[in-house]
């Protein structure tokens, strides 16, 4: 695939504005696609679109293929004869300026669980068969996933270790019990995930009509209580109870003493490897399905992993160990009919290449030719910074900042002064409109792609973080309001867009 010089967008669908306390895939998606569409930013990237558990981390899902019901959009529901209007009232008295999801999650399940029995009484025209046709279609994740979250909600939502040990062992006769006693769930769990696939495939091709392309994201690792694991133990390192021998995280850097344990389960590459990495292969093509480009999170685990015992509580005695590198990448070019290949083609991947970088991970992204992140808010330590615009190659995707980053206003704020100080100089300005300074140097760099969050846009301060890694609870609650979609914004981004040629 080859990449066009062009801007983006950073902006998750939990963030958009509307009246139902969460962002969703309504009115208002569309509107945000026109508004963006107007800005002339070819972009639009999103963050993982799975079923989010414990956290609301949309890098901690139930499932890598399926989606996020709390997405659905209750407008639609309503549009559809699926929902009546007395059955919003509920969403409506939610706060509109953040997520509430201890609010949200109980009281969208509700709008679902009225929106099925409604399909079930009195299925409106042809939604009966397009959801037959749908559960054929995707039968290969769906009849696991649906049971596996039917199993959650018969356990009191329990991890799946804690199931009976016929079901976390996957034993056919407890399955086919399973699936007996509990078809009307496992029904109504891919109900959801029609709908929620039936309205993004639309949203979707909406932005795709408006010349915007989706960038979403692929998280190296899945989370332990997921579908993925209990349906595929032999592809991690699990003991025979079903519970994981080793985990994933990063060793101690000046960031943090003990480093970071992130506690995921860590792949069996010797068993992906032997079945031809199917379960990665059917992951990617099911993405693919959903999203234009995939960034591939945390890619140095590809060439190289830090593992650390299960039973330790840091990270600070785990050990390196090598990664599927090439192989796999060879694996999912074939697949997707490419050929390695000459600058400017190939996979329709950018690499979240972050953090300890060493030889063998800059020599598996110039081997697929995948371009790498570049973001300008860590580059103010002085000249030789790689993340400063004049050090960037063209095969680069510029960032202003990221999920997991401040707010460009934020970061300026705690910055040392001589970071600020440095920061001004290179910019050539003085601060009052940092946050836009910043944008207008990463569109004019060289990089192939420029991507502002939208918090950088509307020039927010560090209260507008949508994540802290290292911090339980109050992430990924930040949502846009519907004044913030202004004109004079669409405005600026499109002289810049036409300025820099993107």
């Known amino acids: 695939m080859t990449f066009k010089r062009s801007s983006g967008i950073l902006l998750h669908p939990t963030s958009l504005p509307g009246p139902y306390g969460i962002g969703d895939l309504g009115p208002q998606a569309y509107r945000f696609v026109d508004w963006l569409a107007s800005t002339g930013c070819k972009l639009w990237q999103i963050l993982p679109l799975g079923p989010t558990g414990y956290g609301d981390s949309p890098y901690q899902c139930f499932s890598a293929f399926a989606g996020n019901p709390y997405l659905i959009s209750p407008d639609d529901l309503l549009a559809e004869g699926l929902a009546a209007e007395e059955d919003l009232a509920g969403l409506k008295e939610l706060p509109a300026s953040r997520v509430d999801f201890g609010l949200v999650i109980p009281k969208k399940l509700d709008l679902l669980l009225t929106a099925y029995q409604r399909f079930k009484n009195h299925p409106p025209n042809a939604l009966g068969a397009a959801f037959q046709y749908f559960c054929a279609e995707n039968a290969s994740w769906l009849d696991d996933f649906a049971l596996f979250m039917a199993l959650k909600e018969a356990n009191g939502g329990g991890a799946w270790n804690g199931w009976d040990a016929g079901l976390r062992s996957r034993k056919k006769s407890a399955l086919n ?12 769990h891919s109900f959801y995930q029609f709908l929620f696939f039936k309205q993004w495939g639309r949203l979707r091709k909406y932005a795709n009509e408006k010349g ?7 998280p190296i690792f899945v989370a332990y209580d997921s579908a ?11 003991d025979e109870s079903g519970n994981p021998t080793v985990v ?23 068993a992906h490897k032997k079945d031809g990495y199917k379960w990665w292969l059917s ?12 960034r591939f999170d ?25 990664g599927p590198g090439a192989d796999l990448f060879k694996a999912i070019d074939k697949d997707l009919g490419n050929g390695v290949a000459a600058p400017g083609t190939g996979l329709p991947i950018v690499a979240e290449d972050l953090g300890l970088i060493t030889p063998d991970v800059v020599e598996l992204l110039e081997a697929f030719n995948l371009p790498g992140m570049k973001v300008f808010q860590f580059a103010f330590s002085g000249p030789e ?11 680069c995707v510029a960032y202003t900042g990221t999920h997991d980053n401040d707010t460009a206003l934020g970061w ?26 910043l944008i207008r140097g990463t569109w004019k760099s060289v990089a192939v792609f420029a991507i502002a969050p939208m918090q950088d846009v509307l020039g927010c301060d560090g209260s507008a973080r949508m994540n802290f890694p290292s911090r339980l609870g109050g992430n990924w609650d930040w949502r846009i309001s519907e004044n913030d979609l202004r004109e004079d914004l669409a405005a600026g981004l499109r002289d810049l867009n036409w300025m820099s040629l993107r």
């Open 283 to 294: 992951r990617v093509h099911s993405a693919l399905q959903t999203v234009d480009i995939l």
């Open 248 to 270: 994933a995280g990063v060793p101690p850097d000046d960031f943090s003493a003990t480093g970071q344990l992130w506690g995921n389960p860590l792949y069996n590459w010797k």
């Open 298 to 322: 945390h890619f140095r685990g590809f060439a190289g992993y830090y593992e650390i015992p299960a039973s330790h509580i840091t990270a600070e005695h785990g050990r390196w160990v090598p």
């Open 212 to 218: 915007i392309q989706i960038m979403g994201d692929i």
């Open 412 to 437: 300026f704020a705690s910055a040392s002064d001589h970071e600020k100080n440095f920061a001004l100089r290179y910019l050539g300005v003085d601060g009052r409109d940092f946050a836009w300074d």
């Open 228 to 238: 993925d694991v209990w349906r595929n133990p032999d592809l991690f390192f699990l």
């Open 177 to 188: 019990k399973a699936r007996k006693e509990l078809a009307e769930s496992v029904e109504r």
């Open 385 to 395: 910074n790689p993340f400063l615009p004049h050090n960037y190659v063209p095969n």
